[in-house]
């Protein structure tokens, strides 16, 4: 398999893949992105995804705590009300939107939306979709059912030291078949190639949870 062909498949899904790579921007430089020093040497520490051209969709949980809204695009705590943090949210409105819960001064409703994101917040552009009533395209499997070259201790190992590489970009990440598999944010591509340099090709996948649209 690839790198080209990796990229195409994980970060862009069916769609066709955007040459943002090489305006990738030091990290540090903004976005919210870890400093530069955080793990020194390390490629995938040292590159921050410029942020997407167009619009973007998604999958999450929206929560809206007194106005302030946020896009959760990891893990949601099943509290009542839930708990989660995620990407702030310009231009939240619930009018006309159903699928929602209140609990005092939270709301919140699990969607699938469409907008834009400047690397630290979203803002939508087209009505959201209750993620009950969303039919999303299958994405390929991008190993082809092919093992990954990873050891389990060797996966293990890298796990835990992507959070505090990646910072708030990081989602989750679990090890499967030789692989990493490892949910961001947003990628471009580039730190799926900062991941091959540091961990040799076959070994870490990045997914972006912001897919371009068309």
């Known amino acids: ?31 919210g992105s870890p400093a530069a020093d955080a793990l020194p040497g390390a490629s995938l520490g040292s590159l921050w995804p410029a942020p997407p051209e167009g619009d973007v969709t998604a999958q999450g949980t929206v929560m809206d705590i007194g106005g302030e809204a946020e896009l959760c695009l990891g893990a949601v705590a099943e509290s009542y009300p839930p708990q989660c943090s995620g990407v702030p949210i310009a231009n939240w409105t619930w009018e ?11 709301t919140w409703g699990a969607y699938a939306v469409q907008g834009t994101y400047d690397g630290e917040t979203f803002s939508v552009t087209q009505p959201p979709i209750m993620l009950a009533l969303y039919d999303p395209m299958p994405l390929p499997d991008v190993t082809n059912g092919e093992p990954g070259q990873g050891d389990e201790a ?14 708030e970009a990081y989602l989750s990440s679990y090890p ?6 490892v949910d961001v944010v947003w990628d471009d591509g580039t730190w799926q190639d900062a991941a091959d340099d540091d961990y040799g090709e076959d070994v870490v996948l990045i997914r972006s949870a912001f897919r371009p649209v068309g």
């Open 96 to 106: 006309g939107i159903d699928g929602s819960e209140t609990s005092g001064d939270v």
């Open 176 to 181: 499967e078949n030789g692989w990493l598999w």
């Open 1 to 31: 398999m690839t790198r080209h062909r990796r990229h195409l498949l994980v970060a862009l899904g069916a769609a066709s893949v955007l040459a943002l790579a090489g305006c990738a921007t030091p990290a540090g430089s903004g976005g």
């Open 154 to 167: 060797t996966l293990l190992e890298i796990q835990e030291e992507l959070p505090d590489i990646l910072g």
